[in-house]
């Protein structure tokens, strides 16, 4: 049996104790399995604090994303193997396996290529110098240095490749080392790359250690210089952020949770419009990548009343065409869900969600053909009632979401998609540019992103649940509340803004931004 090691002050590090399996969810074969019991969680703190910190710091900007720039590629040479490991442990399709693995090494490389022009200074200038006193001598200045403590990544299940690579990329640009805990029940692929990165050399030692199973008592010895960037769902969230030691020290923290995401059809799209296919092409997408387990999802799809019957007939046709089975195979178009809890907890949601309205297709029934694997078919459920409670209540993490009739005026579709209580993204589809203003403007406070489709982009954009590194992720109220990537904006969670105020022929001479050339 393969046993998944942590990687902790400069040693792979074997558990004891009680080891937890890792399935494969086609055939439900146990693939590995793993624990942290024995883990000295105040040592890997202190080791990424004492050894990796002042290592990483030792070296600037631009020479940190040289690291990255080499980790994308020391990841991307064992590119086949991750994507049979991601197959295997986390029952992708070969295609969806690449979204997440390329995701990561994209992710990385984007971070390297935006850390090259900062320099090799110390810190980073933030905005112009402003006069403070009566005269220019005065003057002011804010910078952001990194943060001095450890950056700890507390991951989901769904993307053990990207969720990590993300984080690690801001974390360590910025100048922080990183505690890289993955989602155990795909912990495979995550534990894999671990390998890589340590067996790369890339990394200064203590800038990049990595926990197989529990978090212990990892977090009882963060302080005030760490960070916590969580993703997962809001309840793990809610009860992080509780965490007593987090809130006596002040320990910041980021989180990624639920987000039940709209994609809202506008009353002036017709059946020939290139935007009409482009939304249908997308919602099926986004609902059965990665069989629906992916954070971005669309779950609530916002559809004109009087186009009810067409746009539920052509996604019908799109979904039942699907053939859901082994992930290895090349004529499957979905794979299982990946573990049997998830199975049971999607069973339950599209339950309770089958009780406001009527299953168009799928359902919460096994799939025919199919005795072995946490399988369920694309499930499409219509509303009765738009405003149903169930529908903006729980987020059923897996490949179902529900039609929801409206007017077809802007103000009903922001209501009903601002019942969200705060999502990830929203896309938008219509040519109406003065209806999607309306729409969008009246749904941003509740929002990360919004995607807005027309046939001026279509076949031109990617999907809204690619999440880019250029621009930010994250989402207020049920969506956590954080906010990761977005370029540079990225590094501000890692860096402490100070103000500088003094002389300006010092501080604003060392400190200010550089004219270019
Ligand atoms: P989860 O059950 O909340 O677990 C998330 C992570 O928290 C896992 O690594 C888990 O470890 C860890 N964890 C659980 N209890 C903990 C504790 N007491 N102390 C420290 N860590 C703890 O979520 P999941 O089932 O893995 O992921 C699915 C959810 O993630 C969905 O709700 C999805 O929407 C959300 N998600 C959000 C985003 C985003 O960017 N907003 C992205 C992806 C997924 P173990 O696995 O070892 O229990």
């Given at each position: 049996m393969q046993r998944l090691q942590s990687y902790v002050y400069g040693t792979w590090h074997t558990g004891t104790g009680e080891h937890r399996p890792l399935y494969d969810?086609?055939?439900?074969?146990?693939l590995a399995e793993c624990s942290s019991e024995g883990v000295d969680f105040g040592k890997v703190v202190n080791h990424g604090r004492e050894v990796g910190g002042p290592a990483l710091r030792g070296v600037g900007f631009a020479a940190r994303a040289g690291m990255l720039k080499a980790l994308s590629a020391a990841i991307h040479e064992h590119r086949e193997e991750l994507i049979d490991l991601s197959v295997r442990n986390g029952g992708n399709r070969r295609g969806d396996a690449k979204f997440d693995i390329d995701g990561a090494t994209g992710t990385l490389a984007a971070y390297a290529s935006f850390g090259k022009r900062l320099g090799d200074e110390a810190f980073l200038p933030d905005g112009d110098g402003v006069q403070l006193g009566r005269t220019a001598r005065f003057w002011g200045q804010h910078v952001r240095v990194p943060r001095r403590g450890v950056a700890v990544h507390i991951n989901a299940f769904n993307f053990p490749a990207w969720g990590m690579g993300e984080k690690m990329a801001c974390a360590l640009l910025a100048g922080m080392p990183v505690i890289e805990k993955p989602?155990?029940?795909?912990?495979l692929l995550a534990w894999r790359i671990a390998q890589i990165i340590v067996e790369s050399g890339v990394l200064p030692e203590g800038a990049f250690q990595f926990i197989a199973g529990g978090a212990g008592d990892?977090?009882?010895?963060?302080?005030?210089q760490d960070c916590v960037a969580f993703t997962g769902s809001s309840k793990t969230g809610s009860m992080l952020k509780g965490h007593r030691a987090l809130l006596d020290r002040n320990v910041r923290m980021n989180i990624e949770a639920d987000s039940l995401n709209a994609a809202i059809l506008g009353p002036d799209v017709g059946s020939g419009d290139e935007v009409m296919n482009e939304f249908l092409g997308n919602v099926v997408t986004d609902m059965t990548q990665k069989a629906g387990q992916k954070c971005t999802a669309v779950r609530r799809i916002l559809v004109p009343s009087d186009r009810l019957d067409d746009v539920v007939s052509a996604l019908v046709d799109r979904l039942s065409a699907i053939k859901v089975g082994d992930p290895g195979n090349d004529d499957s178009g979905m794979g299982p869900l990946a573990s049997k809890s998830q199975l049971a907890d999607v069973r339950a949601g599209i339950e309770r969600l089958a009780k406001v309205g009527k299953t168009a297709c799928g359902g919460a029934g096994s799939v025919d053909?199919?005795?072995?694997?946490?399988f369920v078919a694309p499930t499409l459920i219509v509303a009765d009632?738009?405003?149903?409670d169930a529908v903006h209540a729980d987020e059923v993490f897996g490949p179902c979401a529900t039609v929801l009739p409206y007017s077809g005026e802007a103000a009903d579709a922001v209501a009903i998609t601002n019942r969200g209580g705060g999502g990830l993204v929203a896309s938008v589809y219509s040519n109406d540019w003065n209806w999607s203003q309306d729409v969008v403007l009246g749904i941003a406070p509740w929002h990360g992103r919004v995607w807005i489709g027309a046939d001026k982009t279509a076949g031109q954009a990617m999907a809204p649940g690619v999440v880019l590194p250029h621009m930010v992720h994250g989402g207020p109220g049920r969506a956590g509340g954080g906010e990761e990537l977005g370029a540079l904006r990225g590094l501000e969670f890692y860096t402490q803004r100070v103000a500088l105020q003094g002389y300006q022929g010092t501080v604003g001479r060392t400190f200010g931004p550089k004219s270019e050339g």
């Open positions: 969810p086609t055939t439900e074969e146990v989602g155990t029940p795909s912990a990892l977090l009882d010895h963060l302080g005030a053909g199919l005795e072995k694997g946490y009632d738009p405003h149903a």
